[in-house]
């Protein structure tokens, strides 16, 4: 079979590579890299200690999302309560704690604050209005070289 070539927008011919024939091109593919996480925390103190608090951020088109998910105790403390599920079947039962999200477009400048659950085993939280979820897992590093976990973007479940 020859060798191929097409000519470049400064005039010289170049050969045109096969990706079956050339193995090396497909070992050096561009790099994936995060462009969401999210940071688990504990509260130290206040009236919420022990409780679990998360950071979390997304890279979108329109700007950098920030979400920041905190315990809610309602009126009278009745959000304290947690929220139990049972399964279809009868036999998977789920506990949520409430929690209130406060999303936050840095490039717009605005606040959405909704109402989510966190699944307590292995805390999930779910924002159904907008189709997302923040998770723990995932991990890998972002275009700038830093070294991220957690994963903040679409529900895939839903």
């Known amino acids: 079979m020859a060798q191929q070539y097409y000519k470049g927008s400064d005039g010289n011919f170049y050969p045109i590579q096969n990706q079956n ?4 091109q497909q070992n050096s593919q561009k790099p994936i890299y995060k462009r969401s996480g999210a940071v688990y925390s504990r509260i130290r103190n206040g009236n919420f200690e022990g409780d679990t608090i998360v950071n979390a951020w997304r890279a979108t088109r329109m700007g950098l999302m920030q979400a920041t998910v905190t315990p809610y105790s309602g009126q009278g403390g009745k959000g304290r309560e947690i929220v139990n599920s049972s399964g279809k079947s009868g036999n998977q039962d789920k506990e949520y704690q409430k929690m209130i999200c406060t999303i936050k477009n840095t490039t717009v400048g ?13 805390q999930v ?5 907008l189709g997302l979820c923040i998770t723990p ?15 903040f973007g679409k529900n895939f479940k839903s």
Not at 137 to 151: A, I, L
Request: aromatic share 6%; net charge positive.
């Open 21 to 24: 024939n050339n193995s090396s």
């Open 110 to 122: 605005t606040n959405q604050t909704y109402h989510v659950l966190m699944n307590l085993k292995t």
């Open 125 to 129: 939280i779910v924002i159904q209005e």
């Open 137 to 151: 897992n995932g991990s890998g590093v972002t275009r700038k070289g830093k070294r991220v976990t957690g994963y």
